[in-house]
């Protein structure tokens, strides 16, 4: 079993940044795929970035290239995502996944993914 747990939510006014982290439990977390999900109301859960477990390989939604990153590090079991110049759209619940099994890609689909945290809450005011 893993656990996923989401930390840094809050509120930010349009413009703003924030650093949300996803601590993991489990021994080998440099062996997990690892992403960010969000979904705001009334909408599907929408992928917003993905992490090999070597930190090698990034991929990012759309929406949010340019303006988000995400990070790793392993010896603290822990994975981030920096939101700069943020925007009222970027108003959603955010969810930590890993994916425990061995692949070389960071996958950008749910079903990849088979651990989810239970989210925390992002709203930027206009």
């Known amino acids: 079993q893993v656990q996923l747990v989401e930390s840094g939510g809050g509120l930010v006014q349009a413009g703003g940044s924030l650093r949300l982290s996803c601590a993991a439990s489990?021994?080998?977390?440099?062996?997990?795929?690892m992403a960010w999900f969000r979904q705001a109301p009334g909408k599907e859960r929408e992928f917003v970035a993905a992490i090999t477990g070597t930190g090698s390989i990034t991929s990012y939604g759309d929406s949010v290239k340019g303006r988000f990153t995400i990070s790793r590090d392993n010896a603290k079991n822990t994975m981030y995502l920096q939101m700069n110049s943020l925007k009222p759209e970027d108003t959603a619940v955010y969810y930590c996944?890993?994916?425990?099994?061995?692949?070389?890609?960071?996958?950008?689909?749910?079903?990849?993914?088979?651990?989810w945290g239970q989210g925390t809450q992002v709203t930027v005011s206009s």
């Open positions: 996944a890993a994916y425990t099994g061995s692949r070389w890609y960071p996958g950008t689909y749910r079903y990849e993914y088979n651990y």
């Open positions: 489990g021994r080998t977390f440099s062996n997990y795929a």
